[in-house]
T-cell receptor
Framework: DAGVIQSPRHEVTEMGQEVTLRCKPISGHNSLFWYRQTMMRGLELLIYFNNNVPIDDSGMPEDRFSAKMPNASFSTLKIQPSEPRDSAVYFC?????????????FGSGTRLTVV | GQQVMQIPQYQHVQEGEDFTTYCNSSTTLSNIQWYKQRPGGHPVFLIQLVKSGEVKKQKRLTFQFGEAKKNSSLHITATQTTDVGTYFCAASGSARQLTFGSGTQLTVLP
């Protein structure tokens, strides 16, 4: 298995532009997570999908952020309009959501810079 | 999700010395997971602890879950330069999503 695949690896955009981050989870995993990592705030959970359904989006900063999972093999995180404070590394992770939950497999992340 | 506090934030050790990072919660945890993130990399799952007082070993790494399931530790014996990175504990909430601790950044001096 190729693991969790994220694209792009790096994204530099101007403030006000729309940014779309993409994620392909591991086949067979039924849970998908979007995290954001910054020096100041560490690893923050943004949104969690189970069987393609959003379960917890309480970590989504504001209405500028939206996430979708149209099928079991693809998810997007969109920021519109982007702001400099959105600069961070965005990770997608997937797992098999058993009880207790299995370990997460993280993608390599997207380093977003908003100038 | 569950809140977990991790200490220390930073640790510098000489190669060959031991290292320990601690994870604490004010509430009882159902389970705890540990991850390692190399500089510039992504978190990689190391292990999960579920039972009270559980101890698991992976080569030079020893993981413990407290008897009250409110704390956990990761101990590395005789550190090597390959151990460099940030070690995170993480606990799951009611909906199974993980909340990560702030991490301990380990530097190993050759």
């Amino acid at each position: 298995d190729a693991g969790v695949i994220q694209s792009p690896r790096h994204e530099v955009t101007e403030m006000g532009q729309e940014v779309t981050l993409r994620c392909k989870p591991i086949s067979g995993h039924n849970s998908l997570f979007w995290y954001r990592q910054t020096m100041m705030r560490g690893l923050e959970l943004l949104i969690y999908f189970n069987n393609n359904v959003p379960i917890d989006d309480s970590g989504m900063p504001e209405d500028r952020f939206s996430a979708k999972m149209p099928n079991a093999s693809f998810s997007t995180l969109k920021i519109q309009p982007s702001e400099p404070r959105d600069s961070a590394v965005y990770f997608c992770a997937s797992s098999w959501g058993g009880e207790p939950p299995y370990g997460y497999t993280f993608g390599s992340g997207t380093r977003l810079t908003v100038v | 999700g569950q809140q977990v506090m991790q200490i220390p934030q930073y640790q510098h050790v000489q190669e060959g010395e031991d290292f320990t990072t601690y994870c604490n919660s004010s509430t009882t945890l159902s389970n705890i997971q540990w991850y390692k993130q190399r500089p510039g990399g992504h978190p990689v799952f190391l292990i999960q602890l579920v039972k009270s007082g559980e101890v698991k070993k992976q080569k030079r790494l020893t993981f413990q879950f407290g008897e009250a399931k409110k704390n956990s530790s990761l101990h590395i014996t005789a550190t090597q330069t390959t151990d460099v990175g940030t070690y995170f504990c993480a606990a799951s909430g009611s909906a199974r999503q993980l909340t990560f601790g702030s991490g301990t950044q380990l530097t190993v001096l050759p």
